[in-house]
């Protein structure tokens, strides 16, 4: 994947970047608001992660309203030392696709850029998902393992719809908070693992193939190969 | 009196200070601007207009009145004898005047007739008074009768034989009588002035003797003496009220000021001693780890210890920006019921993982005009701690409803508990009871709690629940 970052700090810059390249994606970077409101006009990009406070008179929510005003739609992750609740109301209102604040660790921002992406391609009206033998109907609202049905309360549908969702990218606790709780905040509790080891009891105890796969020092993933 | 008070609303609303005193203007310029000033100045002009409305009144009732009863009797004694002259001519006239000059009762008449060619007829007067020169117009004039002079009040007509007819009454005593009076009154005038400048000096006075104890007070405190508070005179007047009122203000000031010293001392402390230990296992590992294993280890256990720094950091931010009660204006209409019953769900498995039996009971509707994310961390908060300190095998209590315009949320456990002495103290930042220290945690969930029930105008209370603790969050309910 091609992705541009902006971001004024050296040392975040260099760790983000040198992550990203180990990952395998291809980034470009800038580190003011000018340059990198000129890279993500005229080049394409599959996702930018934008810093908000930024030298050269365009900070982060300004270059993102003039992008989204000349209709690019590019997936954008603002990764912001501003992590108030309003911040970050302001950075999704102004367009944002997701908000990261700083200090952060790298999986977590890996993980998000890389749901941004797939989020970009499969958004479309899809009523089936499948990972390896496993099965969802989304209209039917059911789930089966090879020829095995299987029932699941409807907080553990949707967790699993999101981790179909997003198979085969790592998806941390907080990722699952936001997006299947609507949890803002982490909990002291280890509320999500004690939730997808009871979804792991479901899918894959019976079966020979583990596909929910926990990512140490990461979160969780769904694929059907092993990790 | 109803005259009175119209000047005095007159004097209160024209602002009199500066017309008052022209002479005075160029030494009193910064005095007019004082309150005092402009308090005492407004009083005295106040109380000079109704002393002036007074003297006018008593004036005019008193002379006034005498003055229009002499001209009555003149007017009355003027048509009688023009009476007499027209039924009986002139010697009816003069025969009429003649009784009248020598009635001992009346002495104070004055009767003047001539003839067309201005001869003396008959009359107690020598001769015509010297600027007595229109008829029937009143005249004030000094007359020389008997030999004696007097002041009187004439009037003169001309009768339809040509003769001049002057009739009079001799006003002297009511000439002294006026004079007397208006000594006297010009005496209480001036009295009243004097009296009207000391009573606006004293009022100047007792208002800066006021001002002073709140100047001298708030001065002090300018200072940084916190501690300084008004004293109160004891007889519940404005200014007492005003002391307790500003008194109130530092009190809360002077809490807020602890309060931010305490956070800061326990941020020094409580921040300080997990970057020691992140900074220990990093100088430990770049001195003495001999295998990459060990420095990964020791990398990532002081990553940990970091990122639980940050997570303290944000807490703290989290309740500075509740308490700052900037979340208000993205206060919505909400049912807390959905919510409430989405945190059961996401406990509930936690619960049932440790061997504890979550027993809820959640109302339906809770409206709330709040913070949703809000209130659900205060809740995730409580329910946390409850998890955390319960022991296998016994029950957390998890109950929300609305009773008296209150939506109460409960969460009781029979953990540890959190003792009486402590209980107050336990929505502080970073408290932790005795028996908490060796459990995890940043000490900063319920001062959380706490910031957002305050936030909301609610409460949170904590209570025994024989054994273990109860926290009850109170929050007003929305009305419909």
Do not use: C
Not at chain 1, 116 to 138: F, H, I, Q
Request: proline share 4%.
């Amino acid at each position: 994947m091609r992705i541009l970052v902006v971001e004024d700090d050296k040392d975040v810059a260099g760790f983000v970047l040198k992550g990203l390249r180990e990952a395998g994606h291809t980034v470009e970077h800038a580190d003011n608001g000018r340059d990198g409101l000129f890279l993500a006009a005229s080049e394409n990009f599959d996702a930018i992660i934008l810093d908000r406070m930024l030298p050269g008179g365009i900070d982060g929510l300004r270059l993102l309203e003039t992008l989204r005003a000349q209709d690019n739609a590019t997936p954008v992750l603002f990764l912001s030392a501003l992590g108030q609740v309003d911040d970050r109301v302001k950075g999704l209102k102004a367009g944002g696709d997701d908000y990261l604040t700083k200090p952060f660790a790298f999986a977590e921002l890996l993980a998000r850029v890389e749901a941004l992406t797939r989020r970009g391609k499969s958004d479309g009206p899809a009523t089936k998902l499948s990972v390896g033998d496993l099965e969802m109907d989304l209209l039917s609202r059911s789930v089966r393992r090879g020829a095995q049905k299987i029932d699941l309360q409807p907080r553990e549908f949707r967790l699993l719809e999101y981790l179909m969702r997003h198979a085969g990218q790592v998806v941390t606790r907080t990722m699952l908070l936001e997006g299947v709780w609507d949890y803002h905040f982490d909990p002291q509790t280890n509320v999500i693992d004690v939730h997808v080891s009871r979804l792991r009891q479901k899918i894959d105890k019976p079966f020979e193939l583990p596909l929910l796969h926990t990512v140490r020092n990461a979160g969780y993933m769904l694929r059907a190969e092993e990790v | 009196m109803e005259t009175i008070p119209a000047p005095a609303v007159e004097a209160a609303e024209s602002r009199p200070g500066r017309a008052e005193a022209p002479s005075e203007t160029r030494r009193a310029k910064p005095l007019i601007r004082s309150t005092g000033i402009r308090f005492a100045l407004t009083y005295a002009v106040v109380f000079g207009l109704s002393a002036f409305t007074l003297a006018f009144s008593l004036w005019y009732s008193t002379i006034g009145l005498l003055q229009r009863q002499v001209e009555s009797a003149i007017l009355n004694d003027a048509a009688a004898l023009n009476e007499h002259y027209q039924i009986g001519g002139l010697p009816s006239l003069i025969n009429a005047i003649h009784s009248r000059l020598t009635d001992a009762s009346d002495s104070d008449g004055i009767y003047l007739l001539l003839d067309p060619l201005g001869n003396h007829i008959i009359g107690n007067l020598d001769q015509w008074p010297r600027g007595l020169n229109q008829i029937n117009t009143w005249y004030e004039l000094p007359v020389t009768r008997k030999g004696v002079r007097s002041i009187s009040l004439l009037r003169a007509y001309t009768l339809s034989g040509g003769e001049q007819l002057l009739i009079g009454r001799d006003v002297s005593a009511r000439t002294q009588l006026r004079n007397v009076m208006r000594d006297a009154l010009l005496w209480a005038l001036g009295l009243m002035i004097f009296l009207g400048l000391l009573g606006a000096l004293l009022i100047r006075s007792m208002f800066r003797r006021m001002m002073r104890d709140i100047s001298t007070t708030t001065r002090a405190i300018a200072l940084g003496d916190l501690t300084r508070r008004i004293p109160k005179h004891g007889d519940g007047d404005e200014f007492d009220e005003l002391a307790e009122i500003i008194n109130d203000m530092l009190e809360r000031i002077s809490r807020l000021m602890d309060g931010v010293r305490q956070v800061s001392n326990a941020i020094a402390h409580d921040l300080r001693t997990p970057i020691t230990r992140a900074r220990a296992r990093l100088e430990d590992a770049a001195l003495h780890a001999h295998t990459e294993e060990d420095l990964q280890s020791a990398i990532e256990r002081a990553m940990l210890d970091l990122d639980g720094v940050v997570g303290v950091f944000e807490a703290l931010l989290r309740i500075a920006e509740i308490e700052a009660g900037s979340r208000r204006s993205a206060f919505a209409a909400i049912d807390l019921t959905p919510m409430l019953e989405d945190i059961d769900e996401l406990y509930r498995a936690v619960a049932e993982e440790r061997g504890l039996i979550l027993d809820t009971r959640i109302d339906s509707p809770l409206p709330l005009l709040g913070d949703r994310e809000l209130v659900q961390q205060a809740v995730a908060n409580l329910l946390d701690n409850a998890l955390k300190f319960s022991a296998s095998g016994t029950t957390i209590r998890f109950s929300a409803r609305v009773e008296e315009a209150l939506i109460e949320i409960s969460i009781a456990d029979s953990g540890p508990g959190i003792s009486e002495e402590d209980r107050n103290r336990a929505t502080e930042r970073f408290f932790r009871a005795e028996s908490a220290r060796s459990t995890a945690g940043s000490g900063l969930g319920l001062a959380l709690v706490a910031a957002v029930a305050q936030l909301h105008n609610g409460t949170l209370r904590l209570a025994s629940n024989n054994p273990g603790l109860r926290a009850i969050l109170t929050l007003p309910a929305r009305r419909k």
